[in-house]
């Protein structure tokens, strides 16, 4: 038995729907072992147990919408010797940043009978848009297996071998024919960054962009090629207002289409 | 007299952000908050102006941990609005997925969540230290439900392979006949559970409640039935509206669902069962009476055994459909959208998850509304909280709170779900 102190690890969360921190725990055969390696000092999703800070790893999973979660942020930065993002919601805004296209004030009176008893943000934003981020880990949901490769590479103080080509590479290493050349099925595929494994064209569906784009996406000429396809203006300009609507090279390109 | 006050500020082992607030004053609990301060995402708002195809993606971003409910849900309301149904083998694969989804949401609640408190740990990974052979078979269960999502979804979380009329592929009999093996353990394994958890200690805490579930003339209830209640409730999903309303509260970012004219209500695993025991499988209806429950349970500490028994269930029915499967000649039924309402309710690992949507003549989403099984549950949990902190007020402070945690973790809430929800407080009150 080594007598050394485990790292310690915290799963923080913000406005989001859990799948991410969920990743961990889906690790069936792997989460025995990883807490044979660190010390999960702060997970409340999965313990009563809270050990105080500072802790060697934070994740951070959902996007910043209201005011007391924009200090929180702050607080968890300074008691954390590395921060990740995990998912779309902490690395972009998340489906939720949708509202930053319309006015927060009739979104809330759409949902809430009480308007006055709900406290948010006109905006939803990114972790990044409030302290400085180590690494962000992209995905709706995240990629369990990019997850251990995160961990363990903070742990192990290397850099996550976590690959920013676009989905169409993972197709091609996967050997699934272009759902787009081969069906003529728009596809966000090139433009978004891989981590997912390629799965939706596997299934025969064009992707919808869940990781967020990839580096230097050359979405004008996507969105030319699919109303070559058929795809009107008013539908390129969802397909890009998704899970990663805030992201900039989707918002603009949606931003461009939005008529 | 005893004064106190119960807070917890942050509750652990749920889904999402709650907390508790209970307040007892002369050994009478004065106030009982089941506060939820997750932050609210606006899913109904954002909904307007999609199109029916992208709404299954959509809803299922509600919640990490059940998207195939929401997405269940989202496909049934707007096939009812198009008039139209998914039947055959489509329909099998659609019950195969919710399978995978409630082993995959239940073996997580009884195994990580729940079992902890009665055993008395902090956490799962606490207890392995103990229960090593115990906590590997649920991460074994759990991962043979996550390898049928993942199969016929396309991955665990937020799967990819739902669209409104079916499937974007249908898988081929090899592919479902691969997961034989480790679903026919994964039943061993689940009668194995059912065993094990009718033997934790359960507080005497029987009370009289409306359960609300599903019925179906014949199954056990996933995507379809009427909506019927153990005191005479019997409607159409479509009535919904008509007997239930969400009421907005200022503690909570969740809206509190109510039974109008009676007010709190229970949905979920116990409600289910005490509505559907005749409609389980003959092994699962065997295995709760071996493991002493009758067809009723009025306990909801006892929650972990129901849960327990809907796991065995599940590996069993996806066993049956696995074992029946031809592939259909295609994997949608077409679709022509049309202006319109439609309405659903399926079975949620949590309970009955209701969906509403209007529709355009392109099929365009002009409004929404998602009543999410935790916010139904809420009322009940606080009216639990009351009686149980009355029944149990001498008991030690840091033991009472530890038990009214349990008490709320006996529903499994899903607080990322309420607030499309929680936090517990149970403060000591000063004279």
Redesign the interface.
Same mark, same amino acid.
């Given at each position: 038995m080594s007598t050394k102190q485990k790292p310690k690890l915290a799963v923080w969360k913000f406005a989001s729907c859990d799948g991410c921190q969920l990743s961990l725990l889906d690790c069936e055969d792997e989460l025995l072992s990883l807490v044979g390696e660190i010390e999960i000092a702060n997970f409340v999703e999965a313990s009563r147990a809270v050990l105080t800070g500072p802790y060697d790893l934070s994740i951070v999973e959902g996007s910043i919408t209201t005011a007391h979660d924009e200090e929180r942020i702050h607080r968890v930065r300074r008691i954390s010797k590395h921060l990740v993002t995990i998912g779309a919601c902490a690395t972009s805004g998340g489906i939720q940043a949708l509202r930053n296209f319309k006015d927060i004030r009739e979104f809330i009176s759409a949902v809430y009978a009480s308007p006055g008893y709900i406290e948010t943000l006109n905006k939803s934003t990114p972790i990044s848009d409030h302290v400085f981020v180590d690494f962000e880990l992209r995905g709706c949901p995240i990629n369990k297996h990019q997850l251990l490769e995160v961990i363990s590479a903070f742990l192990h103080g290397r850099k996550p071998n976590t690959p920013s080509h676009s989905v169409c590479i993972e197709c091609k290493l996967r050997g699934t024919a272009c759902v787009m050349v081969a069906n003529g099925t728009p596809c966000l595929g090139p433009v978004t960054h891989a981590g997912c494994g390629a799965i939706c064209p596997s299934y025969s569906r064009g992707c919808y962009g869940c990781f967020g784009p990839k580096e230097t996406p050359n979405t004008v000429a996507l969105s030319a090629r699919w109303s070559k396809l058929g795809a009107n203006e008013n539908e390129i300009m969802r397909t890009f207002r998704g899970f990663n609507a805030y992201a900039e090279a989707f918002r603009r390109e949606s931003e461009f289409h939005d008529k | 007299m005893t004064n106190k006050t119960i807070k917890v500020d942050?509750?652990?082992?749920?889904?999402?952000?709650g907390a508790l607030y209970i307040k007892v004053k002369d050994n009478k609990v004065s106030d009982v908050k089941f506060k939820i301060f997750?932050?609210?995402?606006?899913?109904?708002?954002?909904l307007? $102006? %999609?199109?029916y195809t992208?709404a299954p993606?959509?809803t299922a971003?509600?919640?990490?941990?059940c998207?195939v409910a929401y997405q269940m849900s989202t496909v049934h309301a707007m096939e009812q609005a198009f008039g139209v149904s998914v039947e055959g083998q489509l329909r099998e694969l659609r019950r195969l997925l919710y399978c995978g989804e409630w082993i995959e949401s239940h073996v997580?609640h009884v195994y990580?969540?729940h079992a902890p408190d009665f055993l008395g740990y902090?956490?799962?990974?606490?207890m392995?230290k103990d229960y090593?052979d115990i906590?590997?078979r649920g991460?074994?269960m759990?991962?043979a439900g996550?390898a049928i999502v993942s199969l016929l979804g $396309? %991955?665990?979380?937020?799967p990819?392979?739902v669209?409104v009329g079916g499937f974007?592929?249908a898988p081929s009999k090899q592919e479902l006949a691969q997961l034989a093996e480790k679903l026919k353990w994964g039943r061993d394994a689940a009668l194995g559970t059912v065993k094990w958890t009718s033997q934790l200690p359960f507080p005497d805490f029987e009370q009289d409640y409306e359960f609300v579930a599903l019925r179906h003339p014949s199954e056990y209830p996933f995507n379809e039935g009427r909506l019927v209640s153990n005191k005479g409730l019997d409607i159409a999903v479509q009535e919904y509206e008509n007997h239930f309303v969400?009421?907005?509260?200022?503690h909570s970012?969740a809206?509190h669902s109510i039974l109008l004219g009676k007010g709190a209500y229970f949905v979920g695993p116990l409600a289910r069962y005490n509505l559907n025991f005749d409609r389980l499988s003959p092994l699962a209806r065997q295995a709760a009476q071996d493991a002493g429950l009758f067809s009723t349970c009025r306990n909801p500490f006892q929650s972990i055994i129901v849960r327990s028994i809907e796991t065995l269930y599940a590996f069993d029915e996806a066993l049956r459909i696995i074992d029946g499967y031809e592939p259909p000649e295609r994997?949608s039924i077409e679709i022509y959208p049309k202006a319109g309402i439609g309405y659903a309710c399926t079975e949620a690992p949590r309970g009955i998850l209701y969906h509403r949507y209007k529709l355009n003549e392109a099929g365009l989403i002009e409004n929404a509304k998602i009543v999410p099984p935790t916010s139904q549950n809420q009322k009940v949990i606080e009216v639990d909280l009351r009686h149980f902190v009355e029944k149990s007020i001498d008991l030690p402070e840091d033991q009472l709170t530890?038990q009214c945690?349990q008490a709320i973790r006996n529903y499994d809430p899903?607080i990322?779900c309420a607030t499309?929800f929680l936090k517990v407080y149970i403060e000591p009150q000063s004279e």
């Open positions: - | 942050y509750l652990a082992r749920v889904e999402g952000e997750e932050p609210p995402r606006f899913f109904e708002a954002f307007r $102006g %999609r199109k992208e993606d959509i971003r509600i919640c990490g941990i998207p997580l990580m969540l902090q956490d799962v990974v606490q392995a090593p906590v590997k991460l074994q759990k991962k996550n $396309g %991955r665990e979380i937020h990819i392979n669209r974007y592929r969400e009421e907005h509260i200022e970012n809206l994997s530890w945690e899903c990322s499309h």
